[in-house]
């Protein structure tokens, strides 16, 4: 069973920023379908960013759009989320996904086959 693994998250003042990395070794990401996403207590998880295989626009929730990137590094064969300009709302779960070739949805989670552990991220002063 492939499991992902965040790093990155932890606790940043309003207005700060992070970067979360999820490098993989069991595959190669650039024949892959990923995403970031988010949970936080009570709601549901949610996709923040996303990249369907072979198709170079990157899809940002609503709320993310302007503030947070998302990449993929062939070399270090490592996808990436910078998040900018954090915000209280933030605060969440944030989960890498990955699945291979291309997907209808990309941003619905059912979709992905792999995920990471979660790496929590809270945004307060």
């Known amino acids: 069973q492939v499991q992902l693994v965040e790093s990155g998250g932890g606790l940043v003042q309003p207005g700060g920023s992070l970067r979360l990395s999820c490098p993989v070794s069991?595959?190669?990401?650039?024949?892959?379908?990923i995403a970031w996403f988010r949970q936080a207590p009570g709601k549901e998880r949610e996709a923040v960013s996303c990249?369907?295989?072979?198709?170079?626009?990157?899809e940002y929730v609503d709320s993310v759009k302007g503030r947070f990137t998302m990449s993929r590094d062939s070399a270090k064969n490592t996808m990436y989320l910078q998040m900018n300009s954090l915000k209280p709302e933030d605060t969440a779960v944030y989960y890498c996904?990955?699945?291979?070739?291309?997907?209808?949805?990309?941003?619905?989670?059912?979709?992905?086959?792999?995920w990471g552990q979660g790496t929590q991220v809270n945004v307060s002063s």
């Open positions: 996904a990955a699945t291979p070739g291309k997907v209808p949805s990309p941003c619905i989670m059912w979709e992905y086959d792999y």
């Open positions: 069991e595959f190669t990401l650039d024949y892959y379908t």
């Open positions: 990249i369907n295989y072979n198709d170079g626009s990157t």
